[in-house]
C-alpha cells in the first residue's frame, strides 16, 4: 500500500534509518545524504525504518 518505505542506492530518501534487504544492515541517513550501497553485502534495496526518533 505505501512504498515510501522503501529506497534503492542513489536516492536520496531523506533523514532516517535504513535497513538492507538482503543482510539487514541499517544505515543512518541525513536529509542531503544519497543512499550507498548496502557497506556489507553491496545490496541496493533498503527499507526505510517507520518509526526512527
Ligand atoms: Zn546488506
Redesign the pocket.
Known amino acids: 500500500m505505501d512504498n515510501d518505505n522503501y529506497c534503492n542506492t542513489g536516492e536520496m530518501p531523506g533523514k532516517g534509518r535504513y535497513c ?6 541499517c544505515l543512518e541517513l541525513d536529509n542531503i545524504d544519497k543512499c550507498p550501497p ?6 541496493t534495496d533498503f527499507q526505510k525504518i517507520p518509526k526512527y526518533f
Not at 20 to 25: D, E, F, G, R, Y
Not at 38 to 43: F, M, T, V
Open positions: 538492507c534487504n538482503n543482510c539487514k544492515v548496502c557497506p556489507n553485502c553491496g545490496n
